[in-house]
C-alpha cells in the first residue's frame, strides 16, 4: 500500500529553520509530483510548495526565498527547508504525492513562537 511519511516538525524560535522530510513507499516516486501543503487551525489548507517529476519547483508567495523543495528520486524523498521561519508558518504540514491518484501523509506539526 501507498506511505507518506513526515518527519522534522517542531517547535522553533521566529528565524530559526527546520527540514522536513517525507518518505514515499508504494509509488513510482519519480513519476510522481510531490506537493507540501499545510493548514494552520482555523484557516483552509494551502499550497506550500511543489516539485514535478522534472523538477521544476512553485512556492507560495508567503515563502519565497526562506522556503526550498527538493526530492531524491534515489530515496523516495521530499524535502522541505524551511529558513527564516515566522509564527505565520506555524501549522500542520502535509505531504502530498500527485500522479495517477493523489495521496496524503498524515502531517506534521510545525510551530513558531517566542
Known amino acids: 500500500q501507498v506511505q507518506l511519511v513526515e518527519s522534522g516538525g517542531g517547535l522553533v524560535q521566529p528565524g530559526g529553520s527546520l527540514r522536513l522530510s517525507c518518505a514515499a513507499s508504494g509509488i513510482i516516486f519519480r513519476l510522481y509530483a510531490m506537493r507540501w501543503y499545510r493548514q494552520a487551525p482555523g484557516k483552509q489548507r494551502e499550497l506550500v510548495a511543489s516539485?514535478?517529476?522534472?523538477?521544476?519547483?512553485v512556492y507560495a508567495d508567503s515563502v519565497k526565498g526562506r522556503f526550498t523543495i527538493s526530492r531524491d528520486n534515489g530515496k523516495n524523498t521530499v524535502y522541505l527547508q524551511m529558513n527564516s521561519l515566522k509564527p505565520e508558518d506555524t501549522a500542520v504540514y502535509y505531504c502530498?504525492?500527485?500522479?495517477?491518484?493523489?495521496?496524503w501523509g498524515q502531517g506534521t506539526q510545525v510551530t513558531v513562537s517566542s
Open positions: 516539485i514535478a517529476s522534472g523538477s521544476i519547483t
Open positions: 502530498n504525492a500527485d500522479g495517477q491518484r493523489a495521496y
